[in-house]
């Protein structure tokens, strides 16, 4: 039978653990106990190195797995933001087609956000982890060859060094071919989809920019709330007539200060969060895309080689 999957990316049936595996991956949708699984990975510890030249956190990541290709069961190696990045880039690389999920940002606004406070790096621990976690129950990006070595390699600078040459080199041969090529017919479901992409981005950034407008009212409105209760308490203790409804009004401040604090905590740690990562997965898409457009201008200048050859045949 064709053991094919929906974008036509063959399964390999070699390998009876590879393939029994993942059967069992795309078996979890209804497995809530997680018997079926046969890969763990966690994002915890992480820890603050200092160096004469830089400073970075660190993150240990934590393997369980019982299958074949791994060689022990469990495995328990530290890893930085960079290393997060080069798996990702690898990815996109060996899986041209699929839509690698997206990392959190490297940067912040200066000044904004400490990336080295204890929330700002739990809050990456946490983008990281479920990363990994996407990966994992991915029926074809787990079994990954560079996944295995992320998951796997104590020092992994070795294998970043490996073949960074030459796939640099056939990066710009390809970057070469079709710089300022123009396609002739994009598929229309293809164009849909990109026309589609750039509505949805469009409307998604301007989504954020107003929710990080009305954060930053909301706060700068909690600070004055908080200095503004207080001075009803205080005048309800000079005015013994007016104390009851002073002190009633001084506690409706405090709880209109609870109130927005949970909404600001919920803007911040539930909706802007989410908010970010479709806008992250929208741009993973248009780099598919754009990765598609590549291959069909590489194809399409061939093509015109090829005729042009033609041509010249019956002069010669």
């Known amino acids: 039978q064709d053991l094919s999957l929906p974008n036509g990316t063959p399964v390999d049936t070699s390998s009876p653990a590879s393939s029994s595996s993942l059967l069992n ?43 074949a290709e791994f060689d022990l069961p469990e495995y328990s190696v530290r890893r930085r933001y960079q ?56 029926p074809v990006l787990s079994f990954n060859e560079h996944f295995n070595v992320f998951l796997t390699a104590k020092d992994l600078n070795a294998y970043k060094k490996q073949g960074m040459a030459l796939l640099s080199k056939m990066g710009e041969s390809v970057k070469y071919v079709t710089g300022g090529y123009k396609l002739r ?28 407008r009305i954060i930053k009212e909301q706060l700068e409105y909690l600070v004055e709330l908080r200095e503004y209760g207080p001075v009803y308490s205080t005048w309800g203790g000079l005015e013994v007539e007016l104390s009851e409804p002073l002190e009633g009004v001084s506690a409706c401040i405090g709880n209109c200060c609870t109130a927005l604090e949970e909404l600001s905590e919920d803007m911040t740690e539930d909706f802007l969060p989410v908010l970010r990562e479709y806008i992250l997965y929208s741009e993973s898409m248009k780099n598919v895309l754009k990765k598609r457009d590549q291959v069909q201008a590489e194809y399409e200048a061939k093509l015109e080689a090829v005729a042009l050859k033609k041509e010249d045949r019956p002069k010669v």
């Open 83 to 138: 290393d997060f990045d080069w798996l990702r880039n690898k990815l996109e690389e060996s899986q041209p087609t699929h839509l690698i999920p997206p990392l959190p940002e490297k940067f912040v606004v200066k000044g904004v956000v400490d990336r080295f406070s204890e929330e700002f790096v739990e809050t990456r621990r946490k983008a990281l982890d479920k990363f990994l976690k996407r990966i994992t129950d991915h």
């Open 185 to 212: 017919s994009r598929p229309l479901e293809f164009a849909a989809i990109g026309e589609y992409l750039e509505t949805f981005s469009l409307k998604l950034g301007t989504i954020d920019r107003i929710a990080q």
């Open 25 to 67: 991956r795309l078996q979890l949708d209804d497995d809530l106990d997680g018997e079926t699984r046969d890969l763990f990975v966690t994002v915890d510890d992480p820890k603050k190195h200092v160096c004469t030249m830089e400073t970075y956190i660190t993150y240990r990541v934590t393997t369980k797995t019982t299958r």
